[in-house]
């Protein structure tokens, strides 16, 4: 009778464990398949999330001078941002690929003439001797070290191919992601409820509101304290380069930027661009003074935009942010330079909450024993 019994059981445990198995495969199933279709458009929709959160504060005072209408405070706060941020970024990222796609045409050119190095070389510290012989052999026989070194330029040709195709998706998407972005700030109250009820339903009410107030404020921290004054910093200091005539302004615009994000002066990047200016002698003394003004003044303007934009500092360490910024890029271009030094801060911070939530209930355990 206990025989009977017990394989009465193990027969009913393996019915549930074959039902449970079977429901888990078809959820799996299921959500791979989602995410399989959805994935194309995972970037663009993750930067439009974090654009309608960091924006939506200032969407609302939109919406309050025009009447309560969210969605032509919508439209206006997209067609602005389009004019002045999507806008000019583009510009400087496509004349960052026409600088590369130039210099790699240049460089199969047989008429290309590198000046020999200076004697000034020759005197650096450990790798003076090294960079000073191999600057001469190229500027003496390009076309022999170009000859010798032909399968690894070949690989580096195709890795930047590569990434400037990328770049282009990217622009495309950081296009749309501010009209998706309005689109999402125009029903944010109904976002908000919901992302609040997912929050807790993950976790519990206390800890779920608490989750939504954590990620709201990691990314508008992050999106506004750094992300958007190292993209203000570096499109002033691009635009003056511009006005200037200075040559290959997007790998200076590219530069600046990740010195922006890693909280580095952006003068490291302005300087030399007043160099190459002063160099060119293009314009006339005057000019040349005014656009130095600038290009200084665009190169210290963080630590004014710093206190406008964003009152206090942002939790996330500098690395953290940093290592995003330059993950994400690698990953994804130039959107993913976003999302990425935005993502990893979210992250770093929900696990130091846990960390810390963690370490605050075994020090109450502990006192109450």
């Not at 970024?89 to 003439?113: D, H, R």
Request: overall charge positive.
């Amino acid at each position: 009778m206990e025989n009977t019994h017990l394989i009465i059981v193990e027969k009913r445990l393996v019915a549930r464990f074959m039902d449970m198995f079977i429901k888990f495969g078809l959820i799996l199933a299921l959500a791979s398949f989602c995410f399989t279709v959805f994935s194309p458009f995972l970037n663009m929709m993750l930067w439009a999330i974090i654009l309608a959160v960091t924006l939506y504060p200032l969407h609302q005072r939109f919406c309050a001078y025009m009447g309560g209408r969210q969605g032509w405070a919508s439209t206006l706060l997209v067609v602005l941002g389009i004019l002045l941020i999507v806008a000019p970024t583009v510009m400087m990222v496509s004349s960052l690929g026409e600088s590369i796609s130039g210099l790699l045409s240049k460089m199969g050119n047989e008429n290309l003439v590198i000046p020999p190095p200076s004697d000034n070389i020759a005197t650096l510290p450990l790798i003076g001797g090294k960079l000073y012989a191999l600057w001469l052999k190229i500027s003496l026989d390009l076309p022999g070290f170009l000859s010798t070194y032909r399968t690894q330029f070949v690989d580096i040709a195709k890795q930047i191919l590569s990434f400037l195709a990328s770049m282009g998706g990217g622009l495309l998407g950081f296009v749309v992601s501010f009209v998706v972005a309005g689109i999402i700030m125009a029903w944010g109250a109904a976002g908000a409820v919901s992302t609040r009820r997912i929050a807790i339903r993950i976790t519990d009410e206390s800890k779920g509101t608490a989750l939504t107030k954590l990620c709201t404020s990691t990314i508008r921290a992050v999106a506004m304290g750094v992300i958007g004054v190292a993209l203000i910093q570096a499109l002033l200091a691009g635009v003056i380069m511009v006005l200037a005539g200075i040559p290959a302004v997007g790998i200076f615009f590219i530069l600046a930027l990740i010195l922006g994000i890693a909280q580095i002066p952006v003068v490291l990047v302005t300087a030399p661009a007043i160099a190459i200016m002063w160099s060119m002698g293009d314009h006339g003394l005057g000019m040349n003074i005014l656009y130095t003004v600038l290009l200084l003044i665009a190169g210290m303007a963080d630590n004014i935009l710093k206190p406008i934009l964003l009152g206090r500092g942002v939790d996330a360490p500098m690395p953290v942010v940093l290592l995003g910024a330059l993950g994400g890029m690698a990953a994804s271009g130039i959107l993913g330079m976003f999302i990425g030094a935005t993502l990893l801060s979210i992250g770093y911070r929900i696990f130091m909450a846990w960390v810390n939530d963690g370490l605050a209930s075994a020090s109450g355990n502990s006192d109450g024993q």
